[in-house]
C-alpha cells in the first residue's frame, strides 16, 4: 500500500476519544472491510454479552459469580440498591480513612504517623497496585509503598532488611480474597516474625484487605487489626484495581481515586457503543482476532514509550492471558485459547528484541503507547530544534514503519499524559476488549481453572513432602530413593520425592542426602 492510501486507511480508521483525549490507531492491522463485515454477527453477540454481564448475569458460571468490576467505577449500574450502597460507602470509607492516617489520627503505637506501605499480595493482588504505583506515585508521595508479591525467601529479606529501621512505622496491607492463598499468607507470617523480632505488635499495624467472613477476615478481627476492606465475591483479581484492592494503596500513596475511577467510567462508556469503529476496546478485540485468526496464533508485544509505564506490559500480561488462556470454550470443545503477551518499554527494546521482531519469526503483532506531553516544563534541545522526547517519538513511530514495512503489524495507542484519568482509562479499555474477545470466541474470561489447577498440585507436593519427613524420621536409618517411596506410599512419585530431598538438604533441614549426585537414583536419604 502507497504512502497515500495508508494515509487515507488511518483517517479511516482512526478512532479519537475527545474527553480523555485519547488515539487508538489500529490503520496498521491488515484486516480489509470484507473481514469487518464478516465478524459483525459475532459482535452483535458480544455487544449483548457485554450488556447481560453488567445487568448481573452469571458470567462465572464454575462459581456461580456475576462479574461487576463495572460497578465499581459506576455504582449506578449496579444491579440492586444493596450493592450500590455497599460500593458508594466502600468508597467513602476508603477515603476517609486515608486521610486519618495521613493526619496521623490514625498512627502506629510508637510513632506519631506511618511513613511507609507494605502491600502483601500475589497475582491481581499485586499487579494492579503495582502498575498503578509506578505509573502515578510523585517522586515523594505521603507514604512510600514496598511489594512482598512473591514467597521467596530470599526477596523477602532483602525488602524487611531495607525497611528495617521502619518497620516501627510501616503500616501492613495483607490483600487476598479468600484469606487462605499460600504466597499472602507466608508473606504475612514472615512480615510478622519480623514485627516480632523487634518487639512490635503486628497487629496494630495491620489491615486486611479480603473476602467477607473470610479466614483473613476473621484473624483480622479476632486479633484487633486496625481495619478491613473487602474483596466483593463478584470482582475477580485480575479485574479488582478499582476496587480496596487497588483503591487502598493508591490513596495513600495521594494518587486521586477518584479520578481514576472517573477515567475507566469515561472509557467504559466509550466502550457500550454498538459500533464497532465507534468502539475502542471492539476495535482491539477486532484486531486481536484478525492477527491471530480468532486462535491467538500471535503474540502480543506491548510497549509503552514512557518509562512509568513499564508495568503495564506485566499488568496486561495477567489480565490477557488468565482470562483469555482457556483449554475448553464454554459447549465444552477443546479449543486451548489465548494471546500470549510481553513486553517492556520502549525504546529500551530499539536495542534489544525489535531486531527480532522486525526480521526474525513472524509470530507476533505490536502495541505502541505514545505518551504526547514529554515532561513537566520545558526541555532543551539535544540538536538544533530536537529534544529528547522528540528521538522518543521519532523512535516510536520508526519502529512502527519498520516493522510495517516489513508485514508485521501494530496498533498505536496515544494518551495525552500519565495521569490518575488516563490510567483508569487504559484499565477499563483492556478489561473491556478481553471482554469482547472472549465472546468472539466463545469462552469465559473469567475462571482461572490452570491457576486452581497449579495451586492443588503444589499442595500435592507439600503434603508428600510430610509425609517423606515423617518416613525418614521415624526409619531412623539411610533409605535409597525407591525404598523411601515405597514407604510413603507413592512408589510412582520418586522423581518428586527427589527434589523435595534435595531441597531441603541444599537448606539443611531435617534430611542429608549422600552419594553421587549425578546420579540421582544411587542417593540414600538420612535424617539430619
Do not use: C
Not at 444491579?79 to 490514625?106: C, M
Not at 526474525?360 to 505514545?370: D, K, S
Request: glycine share 8%.
Amino acid at each position: 500500500m502507497d504512502a497515500a492510501a495508508l494515509w487515507q486507511r488511518y483517517q479511516n480508521w482512526l478512532y479519537y476519544h475527545e474527553g480523555l483525549q485519547f488515539y487508538l490507531d489500529v490503520s496498521r492491522m491488515r484486516f480489509d472491510e470484507g473481514f469487518v463485515e464478516s465478524m459483525k454477527p459475532k459482535f452483535e453477540k458480544a455487544f449483548k454479552d457485554m450488556e447481560a454481564l453488567e445487568e448481573g448475569a452469571i458470567a462465572n458460571p464454575d462459581e456461580n459469580r456475576m462479574v461487576g468490576h463495572y460497578w465499581l467505577r459506576n455504582p449506578d449500574l449496579a444491579p440492586n440498591a444493596e450493592l450500590k450502597k455497599d460500593i458508594v460507602e466502600n468508597l467513602e470509607h476508603i477515603e476517609a480513612w486515608t486521610k486519618k492516617v495521613h493526619s496521623g489520627e490514625i498512627h502506629p503505637p510508637e510513632a506519631s504517623k506511618f511513613t511507609d506501605i507494605l502491600s502483601i499480595g500475589i497475582g491481581g493482588s499485586a499487579l494492579g497496585p503495582e502498575f498503578v504505583a509506578e505509573a502515578l506515585a510523585a517522586d515523594f508521595p505521603p507514604m512510600a509503598i514496598h511489594f512482598i508479591d512473591n514467597t521467596d525467601p530470599a526477596g523477602i529479606d532483602a525488602l524487611l532488611e531495607k525497611l528495617k529501621d521502619r518497620l516501627i512505622t510501616t503500616l501492613v496491607l495483607v490483600i487476598s480474597k479468600s484469606g487462605t492463598t499460600p504466597d499472602t499468607r507466608n508473606g504475612a507470617i514472615e512480615v510478622e516474625n519480623a514485627f516480632a523480632r523487634q518487639g512490635l505488635n503486628f497487629a496494630k499495624h495491620a489491615v486486611a484487605i479480603t473476602g467477607d467472613n473470610s479466614a483473613l477476615y476473621k484473624q483480622a478481627k479476632s486479633e484487633g487489626w486496625i481495619d478491613t476492606f473487602p474483596m466483593h465475591d463478584w470482582v475477580g483479581g485480575r479485574t479488582s484495581e478499582m476496587s480496596a484492592v487497588g483503591l487502598v494503596p493508591a490513596a495513600l500513596q495521594g494518587i486521586d481515586i477518584r479520578a481514576m475511577l472517573a477515567g475507566a467510567k469515561e472509557m467504559d462508556d466509550a466502550t457500550r457503543i454498538s459500533d464497532i469503529k465507534q468502539n475502542p476496546a471492539a476495535l482491539l478485540a477486532l484486531s486481536w482476532y484478525f492477527v491471530g485468526n480468532g486462535r491467538g496464533e500471535k503474540d502480543m508485544v506491548v510497549l509503552p514509550y514512557k518509562d512509568s509505564l513499564l508495568l503495564f506490559s506485566r499488568y496486561l500480561q495477567q489480565l490477557v492471558m488468565e482470562s483469555l488462556g482457556k483449554e475448553k470454550d464454554l459447549d465444552g470443545n477443546i479449543v486451548h485459547q489465548g494471546i500470549a503477551v510481553y513486553g517492556n518499554k520502549g525504546s529500551t527494546d530499539q536495542h534489544a528484541y525489535v531486531q527480532q521482531l522486525r526480521e526474525g519469526v513472524p509470530n507476533f503483532f505490536l502495541t505502541l503507547i505514545e505518551v504526547l506531553h514529554d515532561r513537566h516544563g520545558e526541555s532543551p534541545e539535544i540538536d538544533t530544534g530536537v529534544t529528547t522526547g522528540d528521538y522518543l517519538m521519532g523512535f516510536l513511530y520508526g519502529t512502527r514503519k519498520a516493522i510495517y514495512d516489513n508485514q508485521r503489524d501494530s496498533i498505536t495507542l496515544t494518551i495525552p499524559e500519565v495521569n490518575p484519568r488516563t490510567v483508569g482509562a487504559l484499565i477499563a479499555l483492556y478489561d473491556r476488549a478481553v471482554g469482547f474477545y472472549a465472546s468472539l470466541t466463545n469462552i469465559n474470561a473469567y475462571h482461572q481453572p490452570g491457576v486452581e489447577a497449579g495451586k492443588k498440585a503444589a499442595a500435592a507436593i507439600l503434603d508428600l513432602q510430610k509425609r517423606v519427613v515423617q518416613v525418614v524420621k521415624s526409619e531412623g536409618k539411610p533409605l535409597s530413593l525407591e525404598a523411601l517411596a515405597q514407604k510413603a506410599q507413592a512408589s510412582d512419585r520418586v522423581e518428586t520425592i527427589y527434589h523435595i530431598l534435595r531441597h531441603l538438604d541444599a537448606n539443611q533441614r531435617e534430611v542429608s542426602l549422600s552419594g553421587n549426585l549425578a546420579q540421582p537414583a544411587s542417593l540414600m536419604v538420612s535424617p539430619r
